[in-house]
């Protein structure tokens, strides 16, 4: 194995009272790429951060080349060949692409910025993620995927010796995340030293060369990937042993509870789908495939131009989120902080959010309208919180995405859509999460959810619908279904092999 380029250890971090690190340590060579894994609260971004020089340790010792330098500032980690990648993409939306990318280091001359060359630099780096994307358009026009491939660029422009990636996958669809891991393979081969920070345990085996783990801000070990397998680190990071993952209920398909009759608007087209009482359904498709459209289609975000929504044989045509509610339908979006979560607010003040819906403009709504809201939807997620009046912004991811769900078992919904369920959420969390969706099956609800995990949706889901350019292309069973298959309709593999076909004929 080559030398260190980085060594960090006995790092200790506390905030207020509460301590996120305690001698944490973490060793970088160049020409490897690092898994650091933990469930959320394990101290991880809190060491990434320190490493780049956003946070600054109470103690430790940090060095590079063997070399002891202390704490960092940015500017001083960027100078030392030192990027990072947020999982939560710090970009200007009102910016450009390319000003977004090369944002505290946009050339001038004379005072002037010269824009064909900021422009020049930020396609260039694009280029070597193979993302087609115009560096004049505004970051706000962009998808949320797409937003963090911008954020990987900006770590990538500098051409960092020392790259550090916290969830950089948590929003990329399977072939954006397929990408970015062949840039880093490349940029492994070139020396670069890298550490990167994932909830999906298949990427950490897939792609990593060692892995070490924290657990409540301690150091529990490092190991090579070669000499582990998912169950040990999984046992290492929760201190326990998972036995049934998944949780995937028993299929016992009941009456339709959700029938979509040729829905259409904007990029989907004729979308047919029906969801049974106890069944789950998985949406799958790459970005820009129309899953999260269907949803809020479905959801009365935006407005079907034709088709039907029949929810438990009565057509509803949702034409807001309340009325969606008020027939029978939860929702839970894909970007908990942006569209699911008032982050000022209490954990019980949002869990009672969706039910409000349900009560007349009279009615009135208080501590113990909310209260009640949250112990009803509450039951069985385990939500990890001091009490219910904690600020949800003070909640770990997986946390706040359980006050999402309950915020829609609070309306007690025949049917209940999640798009995304555990981006960005440790695997504790996901397995309460799995477990839940199992309870909720078999109690003879409807579940559609959509995830850009292949692995997620084969893990828990009954039947899976692929999408491609706004239609259902194909449609599997769980037992026959395979990540193989399904990549190749929802990448439009199909599409090309029937042109071909065509060719041939002709």
Known sequence: ??????????????????????????????????????????????????????????????????????????????????????????LAPSLTVAENILMGRLPASAGFLRWRTVNARAQA?????????????????????????????????????ILLLDEATSSLDEADAAILFRLLRALRDKGVAIAFVSHRMTEVMELADRATVLRDGHFIGTTPIAETDERALVSMMVGRDLKSYWHRAPARPGKVLLDLQEVSRGSLRDVTLTVRAGEVVGLAGLVGSGRSALMRTITGVRTATSGAIVVDGRRVDPRSPAHAHRAGIGYVPEDRKVEGLVMGWSIRRNAALSRMNLRGPMAFLGKAFDEAAFVDGSQGLKIKATDSGQRVSEL???????????????????????????????????????????????????????????????????????????????????????????????????????????AVHA
């Open 1 to 90: 194995m080559s030398a260190a380029v980085l060594q960090a250890a006995g790092i200790h971090k506390t905030f207020g009272g509460a301590v996120a690190l305690h001698d944490a340590r973490l060793t970088l060579h160049a020409g490897e790429i690092h898994a650091v894994m933990g469930e959320n609260g394990s101290g991880k971004s809190t060491l990434l951060a320190i490493l780049s020089g956003a946070l600054r340790p109470d103690s430790g010792t940090i060095g590079f080349d063997g070399r002891s330098v202390g704490a960092l500032d940015p500017v001083e980690a960027r100078a030392a060949g030192i990027a990072i990648v947020h999982q939560e993409p710090q």
């Open 125 to 161: 780096v694009l280029a070597t993620l193979g993302i087609d994307v115009d560096v004049r358009t505004k970051v706000a026009e962009l998808s949320i995927g797409r937003r963090q491939m911008i954020e990987i660029a900006k770590g990538l422009v500098d051409e960092p010796r």
């Open 396 to 502: 770990s991811g997986g946390n706040q995405q359980k006050v999402v769900i309950a915020r829609e078992l609070a309306t007690n919904p025949k049917v209940l859509l999640l798009d995304e369920p555990t981006r960005g959420i440790d695997v504790g969390a996901k397995e309460d999460i799995y477990a839940q969706i199992a309870k909720l099956v078999g109690e003879g609800m409807g579940l559609l959810i959509a995830s850009s995990e292949l692995q997620e949706l084969l893990g828990v889901c009954h039947r899976i619908c692929v999408l491609y350019q706004g239609r259902i292309v194909a449609e599997f069973d769980a037992e026959e279904a395979t990540e193989e298959a399904i990549a190749y309709w929802a990448s439009g593999a199909h599409e090309l092999e029937t042109s071909s076909q065509g």
